[in-house]
T-cell receptor, first 115, second 113 residues
Framework: EPEVTQTPSHQVTQMGQEVILRCVPI?????FYWYRQILGQKVEFLVS????????KSEIFDDQFSVERPDGSNFTLKIRSTKLEDSAMYFC?????????????FGPGTRLTVL | AQSVTQLGSHVSVSEGALVLLRCNYS??????LFWYVQYPNQGLQLLLK??????LVKGINGFEAEFKKSETSFHLTKPSAHMSDAAEYFCAVSKAAGNKLTFGGGTRVLVKP
C-alpha cells in the first residue's frame, strides 16, 4: 500500500540553525501539506501546496518557513532560523485531487527538538 | 471559519464496553468530516470520513460515526472496545477537496482490562 514517508524521524538542532524536513508524498497525489503538533496540543495546519505554489498558509507559517517541491517526488519544509517554540512533531500529508477524495494521508512525522 | 470541538480529552473504557467519542463542528458550508487515530509514537491514520454520501459511515477496526446535521455532530462509536484501541483520536473538518484540515483537541482513550 502506498504511504507517505518522512525523514529524518528525529532532528535535534540548536536555536538559530536552519533545518530541512523532507517528505515523499504518495506518487499520484497532487496536494501536499505540512502540519505540526506541539507536545500535548492539537494538530495545527501550516501550509498547503498545489501546482507548485502555496495554496493556503496559516498564521504560524511566517517568513521563517518555506516549502519546496525540488523534484517530482520530494516535498520539503525549511525553517530558516529555528526558535525554541518550533520544537514539535511535524507531519507531512498528501491527497489526490477532486471531490470526495480529500482523504489526506499522513506520514509518520519528524520530531524536531530545538535546544 | 471552521472549528471542531471534542468533548473530553480523556476517556476510560473497559474492554468489551462501548466506546463513544464526541465531536461537534461548526462550518459555514457543508463539511467534509474525518476521524483520525494516532497510536503512540506514530502518525495519523484515517479511521473514516463523511463526504455527504451517507450519514452513517463505517470505518476500519469496527468504528463508525454518524453525521447529524441538526446537531452539528459527528460522534465516533465502537460497540466493543479492544485493548488495541488505546490511542488518541482526532476529529477533523475541511470545507473542500484539497483544503486544510482543522483538528479538534483530541481524545485519548484508555482501555482497562
Amino acid at each position: 500500500e502506498p504511504e507517505v514517508t518522512q525523514t529524518p524521524s528525529h532532528q535535534v538542532t540548536q536555536m538559530g540553525q536552519e533545518v530541512i524536513l523532507r517528505c515523499v508524498p504518495i506518487s499520484n497525489h497532487l496536494y501536499f501539506y505540512w502540519y505540526r503538533q506541539i507536545l500535548g496540543q492539537k494538530v495545527e495546519f501550516l501550509v498547503s501546496f498545489y501546482n507548485n505554489e502555496i495554496s493556503e498558509k496559516s498564521e504560524i507559517f511566517d517568513d521563517q518557513f518555506s516549502v519546496e517541491r525540488p523534484d517530482g517526488s520530494n516535498f520539503t519544509l525549511k525553517i530558516r532560523s529555528t526558535k525554541l517554540e518550533d520544537s514539535a512533531m511535524y507531519f507531512c500529508a498528501s491527497s489526490a485531487t477532486g471531490g470526495s477524495y480529500n482523504e489526506q494521508f499522513f506520514g509518520p512525522g519528524t520530531r524536531l527538538t530545538v535546544l | 471559519a471552521q472549528s471542531v470541538t471534542q468533548l473530553g480529552s480523556h476517556v476510560s473504557v473497559s474492554e468489551g464496553a462501548l466506546v463513544l467519542l464526541r465531536c461537534n463542528y461548526s462550518s459555514s458550508v457543508p463539511p467534509y468530516l474525518f476521524w483520525y487515530v494516532q497510536y503512540p509514537n506514530q502518525g495519523l491514520q484515517l479511521l473514516l470520513k463523511y463526504t455527504s454520501a451517507a450519514t452513517l459511515v463505517k470505518g476500519i477496526n469496527g468504528f463508525e460515526a454518524e453525521f447529524k446535521k441538526s446537531e452539528t455532530s459527528f460522534h465516533l462509536t465502537k460497540p466493543s472496545a479492544h485493548m488495541s484501541d488505546a490511542a488518541e483520536y482526532f476529529c477533523a473538518v475541511s470545507k473542500a477537496a484539497g483544503n486544510k484540515l482543522t483538528f479538534g483537541g483530541g481524545t485519548r482513550v484508555l482501555v482497562k482490562p
